[in-house]
Every structure is written in structure tokens, then in C-alpha cells.
């Protein structure tokens, strides 16, 4: 089982990044998939999280409001659509299936004018 993120990049705030995470050596239609993100110095913390059929969505406090979070079972790939970003979104983030304890390599955001 593994999981690539991509999308990661640089934005001012206030602008947008759409994160991808995409799995491959197991379906994740039978799983819930979460985001966390690490910013240096910094904790991990939950950003997203959605169930295996992408109807029930939570959210860190953090970013509600800003942050999407959505899966395309078809294609195997989950999403993260961030907008309003400000420099406190800046951090590494990953996703996460519960398989194995299954996390990607994370993809890099930095926010900054």
C-alpha cells in the first residue's frame, strides 16, 4: 500500500492550492482517509477528514470555512482544496489511511507575500 501526495507549492495569502493524494496497491473505497500537516517546531495536527463514501466530512477548527476536503473513489485519489490561505497554513502535509498505518511522503505548503 501507498500513498502519494502532490500539489504542494508556494501561494500569497489569501490565494488557493489543491492538494492530491493517490493511492496505489489497495482500494481506498473500503477506508476513511484523513490530512495532517506538520509545520516546523510544530505538533501534527488533523486537518481533514472524510469517510470511505465522502458524505461525512470533519475539520480542524483551523481551517473551516477554507479547506475542502473530497475523494474521487473512481480514481483512487483523495483531495484537498485550500483557499483563503494564510501564513499559518504554511507546514508539510500528509495524508493518511487507516491500512497498515499507511502514510505518504507529504507535499510541502508555504504561504507567504
Known amino acids: 500500500a501507498q500513498l502519494v501526495e502532490s500539489g504542494g507549492g508556494s501561494a500569497q495569502p489569501g490565494g488557493s492550492l489543491r492538494l492530491s493524494c493517490t493511492a496505489s496497491?489497495?482500494?481506498?473505497?473500503?477506508?476513511?482517509m484523513r490530512w495532517y500537516r506538520q509545520a516546523p517546531g510544530k505538533e501534527r495536527e488533523l486537518v481533514a477528514h472524510?469517510?470511505?463514501?465522502?458524505?461525512?466530512?470533519n475539520y480542524a477548527d483551523s481551517v473551516k470555512g477554507r479547506f475542502t476536503v473530497s475523494r474521487d473513489n473512481r480514481k483512487n485519489t483523495m483531495y484537498l482544496q485550500m483557499s483563503s490561505l494564510k501564513p499559518e497554513d504554511t507546514a508539510g502535509y500528509y495524508c493518511?489511511?487507516?491500512?497498515?498505518?499507511?502514510w505518504g511522503q507529504g507535499t510541502q505548503v508555504a504561504v507567504s507575500s
Open positions: 493518511y489511511v487507516p491500512l497498515d498505518d499507511c
Open positions: 496497491g489497495f482500494t481506498i473505497s473500503a477506508y476513511e
Open positions: 472524510i469517510n470511505s463514501v465522502g458524505n461525512r466530512k
